[in-house]
T-cell receptor
Framework: QQKVQQSPESLIVPEGAMTSLNCTFS??????FAWYRQHSGKAPKALMS????GEKEEGRFTIHLNKASLHFSLHIRDSQPSDSALYLC????????????FGSGTKVIPCLP | DAGVTQTPRHEVAEKGQTIILKCEPV?????LFWYRQTKIQGLELLSY????????DGGAFKDRFKAEMLNSSFSTLKIQPTEPKDSAVYLC?????????????FGSGTRLTVL
């Protein structure tokens, strides 16, 4: 059974700084990797996803995937107060939503620089 | 388009009570999911429906948890009887169910507190 673990559990990030969130998975046959963001009391919303090894950038957010290391990460640059949220990583063996396994999340807490 | 709607937003129950949580998926979506979210365990899948058919019932949650899809636009999750360890946020999500790399659309959840 797929195990997905996130680190750290929480992160205090100065406004304007860059931060990295980590996700490791156990199933080497995994094909689809995604990040969801959940603001306090709100619904989780899809942020970004990737299939292939390498990097994908969208605005201030970059996903980096290394399948051989069973690891992918989310990098957030120029941290903003609106980034305050719980970030959930998710992994699927098949690429279908029905096979997604989620991590427990990393809570990002922006602070004044 | 309306998103996923969950009611109620908050529920308080006494131990042993029966509670029913409700979910309306995004119109036209074929897949519907129920998850339980806690700080320790994260998101745990409780049930998964495809075109109203139950595809997965979450193993460990079978005995007191029962999800149903009465029609393509309405689902319920019944917990009977409730126990204090059931205190959590219950999330409903839907997806089109036709392609890979599909996004899950979540509701805002029901926060359940069992006393």
């Amino acid at each position: 059974q797929q195990k997905v673990q996130q680190s750290p559990e929480s992160l205090i990030v100065p406004e304007g700084a860059m931060t990295s969130l980590n996700c490791t998975f156990s199933d080497s046959a995994s094909q689809y990797f995604a990040w969801y963001r959940q603001h306090s009391g709100k619904a989780p919303k899809a942020l970004m996803s990737i299939f292939s090894n390498g990097e994908k950038e969208e605005g201030r957010f970059t996903i980096h995937l290394n399948k051989a290391s069973l690891h992918f990460s989310l990098h957030i640059r120029d941290s903003q107060p609106s980034d305050s949220a719980l970030y959930l990583c998710a992994v699927s063996r098949t690429g279908f939503a029905s096979a997604l396994t989620f991590g427990s999340g990393t809570k990002v807490i922006p602070c004044l620089p | 388009d309306a998103g996923v709607t969950q009611t109620p937003r908050h529920e308080v129950a006494e131990k042993g009570q029966t509670i029913i949580l409700k979910c309306e998926p995004v119109s036209g979506h074929n897949d519907l999911f129920w998850y339980r979210q806690t700080k320790i365990q994260g998101l745990e899948l409780l049930s998964y429906f495809r075109s109203k058919s139950l595809m997965e019932d979450g193993g460990a949650f079978k005995d007191r948890f029962k999800a149903e899809m009465l029609n393509s636009s309405f689902s319920t999750l019944k917990i009977q009887p409730t126990e204090p360890k059931d205190s959590a946020v219950y999330l409903c999500a839907s997806s089109p169910g036709t392609l890979s790399a599909e996004t899950l659309y979540f509701g805002s959840g029901t926060r359940l507190t069992v006393l």
